[in-house]
């Protein structure tokens, strides 16, 4: 090696062999301090080495941690010694003192002489060791050090305080990296407790922040709650816009899985010749323009949940694949050799007759089995009229914001009871495209929804009316409007002055104007302006 022990402390460093002997010396602590990813391999790698090359019983690596004000032990290495606290408050005024010193190369603790560790003694343990201190700099900035320790007393020579500033360089671009990696795994544990706050601000209680949910879906959000905390298949019965993937979407976020990714794969919308590919992943060169290896969406939901959209679209080929997924919850790639163990959860949904589809030999009767075995119906909205006015008011106050209208309009008296009216064959979906329909053409006033298009079997609809005794369901504005349109019928239109409707209402005439004007209700004045 060229470093050779003399006696029980001081190393010899020949002159011929000496410069080869250090080169073997810095080539082989660096290999070890860098050899891998992993700071405490590292650090044990390195204690292996040198122990054999100087007196050494501890190797420990430390910060300057000025958010704590404390020295902090990042790791170690060590046989049979005590070692100091991880974590070492500073006195009041220390971390200037250590700053106005500028450590800067390799030196052994004097605890006699020197103030800074005179006080430190008694917090690391210095009696009856000998320790040396590397400082460990970035760019000139002080980063911490390595500390060597060796029991009794003065066990370090300036043979090794020569040997030890080969080690200031490696060891302080190891420190740099772990203290990145760190920071990395602190930034990483933010993003997770965000994601878990956003995931709460946005979807809540998933089961009791769906529209209906204590209404017409009152038991689809009862079986939601059985299953949710379960592992097993689901499927989601039900016509097309009826809201399937928010029953998925509720059953992932009220589950212990709802930390993990939800993966949304409509089944339809796949080109044929992809389906395998896109759900199962390829291996690099597995076909035409395979150039390089891909994970496929049962790979990304690993540890969370995949809802598969219209799996009645399914060919043959992909049921045959989703059937083993379900059975061994392990997937194979294109062009794969290797299994490959995935832990999800699969929801799958369709609005089509897949026992059916069975008998016609379109579909799977063993797939059909191991997906069916806790369905879901959610009925259509022909079926749950009640919910239609929440959604209503829900699809109004949303499409509002996404248009940047400031205001949502109000709703006008009648038009509630005329849209529970209707049959909805388009469901969910439909209701929503006709309030988009309806904002667009919006022009002022209440919203009439007059665009409505009944069918044969529905020419009777109720009109929009004013009507205070319907018993359809009114928000405030809704109220407001009924009442303030009776009170100016029993008034004539008359609102100023003795039998007013201002009189009448118990308030300021101008006050029931500019009401009038939010609730868009015509009156007497209004009617001259136009003319």
């Known amino acids: 090696m060229g470093i050779k022990m003399e006696g029980r ?4 460093l020949g002159s011929d062999k000496g410069m080869a002997g250090r080169d073997e010396f810095i080539r082989e602590i660096t290999l070890r301090i860098c050899g891998s990813l992993e ?3 590292s650090l044990r790698n390195a204690f292996e080495y040198l122990k054999e090359q100087v007196p050494l019983e501890a190797l420990i690596l430390f910060i300057i941690d000025e958010r704590l004000g404390a020295i902090r032990r990042i790791e ?3 046989e049979n010694v005590a070692l100091p606290p991880q974590i070492i408050p500073l006195p009041e005024g220390m971390l200037r003192k250590i700053a106005a010193r500028n450590f800067s190369a390799p030196f052994v603790v004097d605890t006699g002489g020197d103030e800074i ?3 430190f003694a008694p917090l690391v343990g210095l009696d009856g060791n000998t320790d040396l201190i590397v400082p460990l700099r970035i760019k000139g900035e002080l980063l911490g050090g390595l500390n060597l320790r060796a029991r009794g007393e003065g066990r370090y020579c300036e043979e090794h305080l020569e040997l030890a500033g080969y080690l200031a360089e490696p060891f302080a671009i190891a420190l740099a990296n772990a203290l990145a990696h760190e920071e990395v795994l602190r930034y990483q544990a933010i993003l997770l407790d965000d994601k878990r706050f956003l995931n709460r601000e946005l979807h809540g ?3 009791d922040g769906i529209i209906g949910g204590n209404t017409g879906l009152r038991n689809v959000m009862e079986m939601v709650r059985q299953v949710a905390p379960l592992n097993n298949t689901v499927l989601i019965l039900g016509e097309t816009g009826t809201g399937k993937e928010l029953i998925a979407n509720a059953i992932h976020f009220s589950s212990p899985r709802k930390n993990g990714p939800f993966i949304t794969v409509n089944c339809g919308a796949l080109q044929e010749n ?12 597995a076909f035409t323009g395979a150039v390089a290896e891909s994970r496929g969406r049962f790979e990304r939901a690993d540890g969370g949940t995949i809802f598969l959209d219209e799996i009645g679209e399914l060919p043959p080929n ?4 989703l059937l083993r997924v379900l059975q061994n919850r392990e997937v194979e790639r294109v062009g794969g050799k290797r299994p490959i163990p995935v832990d999800i959860r699969v929801i799958a949904a369709t609005h089509r007759n897949l026992q059916s589809m069975v008998a016609e030999g379109s579909f799977r009767e063993d797939l059909w089995y191991r997906l069916s075995g806790f369905p879901i119906m959610v009925p259509p909205v022909r079926q749950r009229k009640e919910d239609v006015p929440a959604l209503t008011r829900h699809f109004v106050t949303v499409r509002s914001r996404d248009f940047g209208i400031g205001v949502p309009p109000s709703i006008a008296p009648g038009a509630l009871q005329r849209l529970m009216g209707y049959d909805w064959p388009g469901n969910v979906r439909e209701l929503e495209n006709l309030v988009e329909r309806e904002l667009i053409l919006h022009r002022g006033g209440p919203l009439t929804f007059g665009t409505i298009l009944p069918g044969p079997e529905q020419k009777n609809l109720p009109p929009v009316a004013g009507n205070s005794r319907s018993l359809y369901p009114l928000n405030l504005d809704e109220a407001n409007a009924v009442h303030i349109t009776e009170v100016l019928k029993l008034a004539k239109g008359k609102i100023d002055g003795p039998g007013g409707a201002a009189e009448m209402l118990g308030i300021n005439p101008s006050t029931l104007r500019s009401r009038l004007d939010k609730l868009g209700i015509s009156y007497r004045r209004r009617a001259r302006e136009s003319n």
């Open 318 to 321: 992909a049921q045959v694949r």
């Open 9 to 12: 402390g001081t190393a010899s």
């Open 76 to 78: 170690h290495a060590s």
């Open 205 to 207: 209680d998933a089961a």
């Open 274 to 285: 992809l389906i395998d590919s896109e759900l199962f992943g390829h291996e690099r060169g």
């Open 39 to 41: 700071i405490k391999e």
């Open 117 to 119: 560790f005179r006080t």
